[in-house]
C-alpha cells in the first residue's frame, strides 16, 4: 500500500545526474505510486533537475534552497502525508545529523524511511580506509535499495533523460556571445568532493596547455568556490 513517495537529493548538476538510475529503479519498482523529488542544488544551476530527467519518473520536484531552513523543509513535507522516504545521499551524515533526521521524519509523519548513512568518525575512518572498496556514487544509490528486496541491477546503467532540445537554443546562445566553435569545445569539471577522486592542479594543467595547442576551445564547470 506505498501510495505517495518523496526522494531526497542534495547537489550539483552531476550529482542529479549519477541518482537517475537508483530514482528509475524507485519508479518501476513502485509504479502507481506518487512520486515526490526534493532536490537541493549547492547553486543556481544552468540546467536544473526538471530540465533533465524524464517527466515519466516522477510527479513533482520540489527545488529548495540551498540554504533553506529545517523549518521550511518541515512545512513541505508535513502536509504531504508520504508512505516512504529515500534519502539519496550525495554523502554521509554524522551520528548526531542522521539521528536528528530520523526524528524530524517521523515526527512529520513518514512511515518508512530508507538510504540515510552515517559517516565513521576520524578514529573509525583510519580502519575502514584500508576495508573499504571504493564504488560510484551510482552504485552506492543502488546498494541502498537492494536492502528492501528491489531489483537493483536491470535499470543501473538506465538514464532516463527527456528530450533536452529546449536547452540546446540556450547553450548555443552563450556559445556565440563568446564566439566558440562547438565542435572545438571540450568540457572540463575539474573538482569532486572526496581527494581521492580529484586529480591534481597541475594535471589539468597540462592538459589543458596540450588541448589549447591542438585548437580546442575549454570550458571549465564548477561551483563558485571551485575557482
Known sequence: NIKKIAIYR????????????AIKTIRKHYPNAEIHIY????????????????????DKIITLKANSSIKELYKIVKKENYDVWFEL?????????ALQKLVFLK???????????I?????????????????SERERLLNNLSSLDIDTKKYSLDFPLKDITANIDKVNNILMQDNIDKTKLIVLITK??????????????????ELLKK???????GAPSDS
Open 10 to 21: 542534495f547537489g550539483s548538476f552531476g550529482d542529479s545526474i549519477v541518482a537517475f538510475p
Open 119 to 135: 559517516t565513521p568518525n576520524k578514529f573509525l575512518s583510519k580502519y575502514f580506509k584500508h576495508q573499504y572498496k571504493f564504488i
Open 39 to 58: 532536490n537541493k542544488p549547492e547553486n543556481d544551476n544552468l540546467i536544473k533537475m526538471e530540465n533533465l530527467l524524464n517527466e515519466e519518473m516522477y
Open 192 to 209: 569532486s568532493k572526496r581527494d581521492s577522486t580529484t586529480w591534481s592542479q597541475q594535471n589539468w594543467i597540462e592538459l589543458s596547455q
Open 215 to 221: 585548437g580546442h576551445h575549454l570550458a571549465f564547470i
Open 107 to 117: 515526527v512529520v509523519g513518514v512511515k518508512y524511511i530508507n538510504g540515510i548513512e
Open 89 to 97: 545521499s550525495s554523502a554521509g551524515l554524522s551520528f548526531f545529523k
